[in-house]
Nanobody, 123 residues
Framework: QVQLVESGGGLVQAGGSLRLSCVAS????????MGWFRKAPGKEREFVAA???????????DYSDSVKGRFTISRDNAKNTMTLQMNSLKPEDTAVYFC?????????????WGQGTQVTVSS
């Protein structure tokens, strides 16, 4: 079965950067999507970004409009890891970020979830 562990969260000032990582057990990358979701205080969980490996060793990615141009998602199949490079962070990005895996499409539904890592952006 699949297990996901996130890391890399922390406290940064607005305009700063963080890099989140998700380490997955099992064979979760080939022809499967992995993504990041976040939940801010008092808000519903929302989609952030996702990446899928499809057929010819090519990754495709999708992003929420709110993070396009600032966040970059990537994956390393050899290490079973997925990363989210977060630049130009805003206070609105403050949330618990969750790693998800086990979907055949970028938007899910996803079968597996990590425990989350806290990202806090101060103004």
């Amino acid at each position: 079965q699949v297990q996901l562990v996130e890391s890399g969260g922390g406290l940064v000032q607005a305009g700063g950067s963080l890099r989140l990582s998700c380490v997955a057990s099992g064979r979760t990358f080939s022809h499967n999507a992995m993504g990041w979701f976040r939940k801010a205080p008092g808000k519903e969980r929302e989609f952030v970004a996702a990446v899928i490996w499809s057929g010819a060793n090519l990754d495709y990615a999708d992003y929420s409009d709110s993070v396009k141009g600032r966040f970059t998602i990537s994956r390393d199949n050899a290490k079973n890891t997925m990363t989210l490079q977060m630049n130009s962070l805003k206070p609105e990005d403050t949330a618990v970020y969750f790693c998800a895996a086990g979907s055949s499409s970028l938007l899910g539904p996803y079968d597996y979830w990590g425990q989350g890592t806290q990202v806090t952006v101060s103004s």
